[in-house]
């Protein structure tokens, strides 16, 4: 298909291990964000990539989160030693420069 | 005070009702309006765009923009059951992908 795609669907892990959620955004994209949102919450900004541009790193909630962009395509959220409060829906979403977001289906994650 | 307000509802209408979603922001320099549906266990869905003031209308659907108020709305004419979702608005300045988000309305219509 021709939109953002992301993987796993779901991640089910227990508390302190680490987990790697990535994201295919649509083709010819040089946006992409990642967002966590919380059951009943709105979309909480963790990290934005434009281009070769440095990553706008603001919204990261702790150093146990990071992510990477490759080759300006196919990005990569890592958080690391999981906590139960990491518990959410990790939505990804691209767009060319100044037009709207396209959202992939999210991962949904459980931290046990 | 958030830069964009939106009631999180829960609001409930019976079918072919129009219903009326709105946000209020604080910030002039955004120029640009979306509207998202998100369904249960979805991702957000882009549903209207618009650009400074004005009316824009897509089928069953109509967004408005009023700047100097600072207020956005969403309209939906004849709602059916399939309109059930939760509905966030956003906006973004020009030449900015920073975009913010309001918190979503969920929206139930019931046949």
């Known amino acids: 298909g021709a939109g953002v795609s992301q993987s796993p669907s779901n991640k089910v892990t227990e508390k302190g291990k680490d987990v790697e959620l990535r994201c295919d955004p649509i083709?010819?994209?040089?946006?992409l964000y990642w967002y966590r949102q919380s059951l009943g919450q709105g979309l909480e900004f963790l990290i934005y990539?434009?281009?070769?541009?440095?990553?706008?790193k603001s919204g990261l909630p702790s150093d146990r989160f990071s992510a990477e962009r490759t080759g300006g395509s196919v990005s990569t959220l890592t958080i690391q030693r999981t906590q139960q409060e990491d518990s959410a829906v990790y939505l990804c979403?691209?767009?060319?420069?100044?037009?709207?977001?396209?959202f992939g289906d999210g991962t949904r994650l459980s931290i046990l | 005070q958030k830069e964009v307000e939106q009631d999180p509802g829960p609001l409930s209408v019976p079918e072919g009702a129009i219903v009326s979603l709105n946000c209020t922001y604080s910030?002039?320099?955004?120029?640009?309006f979306m509207w998202y549906r998100q369904y249960s266990r979805k991702g957000p869905e882009l549903l209207m765009y618009?650009?400074?003031?004005g009316n824009k209308e897509d089928g069953r659907f109509t967004a408005q923009v009023d700047k100097s108020s600072k207020y956005i709305s969403l309209f939906i004419r004849d709602s059916q059951p399939s309109d059930s979702a939760t509905y966030l608005c956003?906006?973004?300045?020009?030449?900015?992908?920073?975009?913010?988000f309001g918190a979503g309305t969920r929206l139930t219509v019931k046949p």
């Open positions: 979403a691209s767009s060319q420069f100044n037009q709207p977001q396209h």
């Open positions: 083709s010819g994209h040089t946006a």
């Open positions: 990539f434009q281009g070769n541009s440095a990553p706008d």
């Open positions: 910030n002039s320099a955004f120029q640009y």
């Open positions: 618009t650009y400074s003031s």
């Open positions: 956003a906006m973004n300045q020009y030449n900015n992908n920073d975009m913010r």
